[in-house]
């Protein structure tokens, strides 16, 4: 099964029932089709759209889209207030730059 490109999962617990984890991607129905086949893990899907949102919430975050999405340019330390992780896995062209970094 292929993995969706953006996803992320809070960590704050270590049994992993416990763990709010979500998976958003540029198609919620691919989210969903991906979400469908890992019952076990419990995951809920997010709209893209509300990235900023679920970015707020999340201790960490798993980045693979291939281009940074829009509102990355809004972005500022108010969305990082949790503290989160940030694995970005597109290493050709990675969105999480310099300039969003500093804001961080």
Known sequence: MNSPPFSIFPVRQRDSRDWPSTVSTSSSAKAETFVKGL?????????????????????????????????????????????????????RDPAFNGLLLARM
Do not use: H, K, M
């Open 39 to 91: 019952p076990e893990y419990g995951f809920r899907v997010a709209p893209i759209e509300t990235f900023r949102e679920e970015l707020r919430r999340a201790d960490l975050l798993v980045y693979a889209l291939p281009a940074a999405l829009d509102c990355f340019a809004e972005l500022g330390p108010e969305d990082f207030a949790s503290r989160p992780i940030v694995l970005e896995a597109n290493y």
